[in-house]
């Protein structure tokens, strides 16, 4: 396959550091040291389905095309108010398409995961035009008085269009049960035989085991993409990884050994949007002019589970 069309939509409130010290024991300083982040984009009077439409719409216009072209949609996305029906249907009616739809949650590397679906259909005959879109609000999944989590994150949407071409270079999913160092749980409704103990909760994380296990998954990942493609580190134009944290950026980039221009970010302006981050970067550097025909880009991402996906492509618009 290739990606012929992109876009992104945010939300409008920006939440900086500052505004945070206004009601958490924490500092600029603090937050900017420890996760490279600045500002984050959350949602206030936005609906998350209505922004996902919007990336969707503008990804379409991109590629060229009317919603009636697409064939096939797939979502990625954690949690939403909707628990049924998916939010690939709820994006169907929005956009005015007439397709079937999917969700897939793979955690932060769902776009991924979405993105070897969409290569696989393409490439078995079964669709000539496919919508892929990541939505994302980690902030609801969160404890607002916890420090140490509430400011890593934003949320937002970010989407592809992909049909078929000479893009895709290589991929590669993985998956590890390791469900103790990150997760969130919802309390389910009661029934009248339930005699189970059940409870709820804000996310869980633990820090420095998702941050030892990211960079060490994201590293392995990459290297076994490289020496398959028969590539040098040096020959992949951008690496667009998982916006979690820039430590986890730098260090990735410290163990390929390359500068940081490889390496371009918005985590400092949106935080951790989840599996909304890599095609809401790839979004604003295609339309800033960055990406140019031939370019070849590794996407790399991680999450809960423990997942990780990545792939090398080749720029083809």
């Known amino acids: 396959m290739k990606i012929i069309g992109t876009g992104r939509a945010h939300p409008s409130k920006v939440v900086t550091n500052a505004m945070l010290e206004q009601f958490l024991d924490t500092n600029d300083e603090w937050i900017v040291s420890r996760t490279g982040m600045k500002e984050r984009r959350v949602i206030s009077s936005e609906k998350l389905e209505d922004m996902a439409a919007d990336a969707a719409r503008k990804a379409i216009e991109d590629a060229g095309l009317k919603p009636d072209d697409i064939d096939y949609i797939i979502c ?15 994006i169907q009616g929005a956009i005015g398409a007439k397709c079937a739809c999917v969700d897939v949650n793979a955690a932060c590397s769902g ?32 404890d607002w008085t916890d420090r140490s989590l509430c400011v890593l994150f934003g949320d937002g949407a970010g989407a592809v269009v992909v049909s078929y071409g000479e893009g895709m270079i290589a991929s590669r999913l993985t998956t590890q049960s390791k469900t103790d160092c990150l997760y969130y749980v919802r309390k389910l409704e009661p029934t009248p035989y339930i005699t189970k103990p059940e409870y709820g909760a804000p996310m869980y994380m633990n820090g420095r085991e998702v941050f030892k296990t990211a960079v060490l998954s994201s590293s392995r990942d990459i290297k076994r993409l490289l020496d398959k493609a028969g590539l040098q580190p040096s020959d992949i134009k951008y690496y667009i990884l998982h916006q979690a944290n820039m430590r ?55 999450g809960a589970g423990f997942t990780t996906g990545a792939c090398i492509f080749e720029w083809t618009k």
């Open 76 to 90: 990625s996305n954690v949690v939403n108010e909707y628990i049924t029906p998916g939010l690939s249907c709820i």
């Open 111 to 142: 776009f991924i995961y979405a993105l070897d679906m969409a290569d696989d259909r393409i490439r078995a005959g079964k669709a000539k035009h496919i919508l892929v879109v990541a939505a994302e609000e980690p902030t609801r999944m969160v």
């Open 248 to 302: 986890i950026i730098e260090a990735i980039a410290n163990w390929l050994k390359l500068d940081m221009s490889y390496f371009p970010h918005n985590v400092d302006r949106c935080g951790n949007t989840s599996s909304a981050s890599i095609p809401l970067l790839l979004d604003e550097l295609a339309r800033e002019g960055k990406l140019k025909k031939g370019d070849k880009i590794l996407m790399s991402a991680f």
